[in-house]
């Protein structure tokens, strides 16, 4: 199982970018992924995470409002849209994905998520 992310970078705050998380796994309905995130001198946290289904999405509250997760099922593609960014967003972002389906109450642990990704850089400037 393979999770490629992409799409990090610099950018000025009040800025956008998507970023991209391609796997490669048989996905039924069940599964989840999710995107995590790491600032400079922090614990990595939860950011959202979205069913296989496409159905339901969950986001931490520190990026309800800007962020948005979906997913491409065709391209086997999960997005993460960061509209009006800050310079506390600035991390390395993380996309994670169990095969199975996570529960709601275990939805931000990193533990309940099997596969990890490689990280992507996005820096905030003001």
């Known amino acids: 199982v393979q999770l490629q992310a992409s799409g990090g970078g610099l950018m000025q705050a009040g800025g956008s970018l998507r970023l991209s998380c391609a796997y490669s796994?048989?996905?039924?309905?069940?599964?989840?992924v999710g995107w995590f995130r790491q600032g400079p001198g922090k614990e990595r946290e939860f950011v959202a995470a979205i069913r296989w289904s496409g159905v339901s999405t969950h986001y931490a509250d520190s990026v309800k409002g800007r962020f948005t997760i979906s997913r491409d099922s065709a391209k086997n593609t999960v997005y993460l849209q960061m509209n009006g960014l800050k310079l506390e967003d600035t991390a390395v972002y993380y996309c994670?994905?169990?095969?199975?389906?996570?529960?709601?109450?275990?939805?931000?642990?990193?533990?309940?998520?099997?596969?990890w990704g490689q990280g992507t850089q996005v820096t905030v400037s003001s």
């Open positions: 994670a994905a169990s095969p199975q389906r996570v529960m709601l109450s275990a939805i931000a642990t990193q533990t309940s998520y099997r596969y």
């Open positions: 796994m048989r996905t039924g309905n069940g599964g989840t």
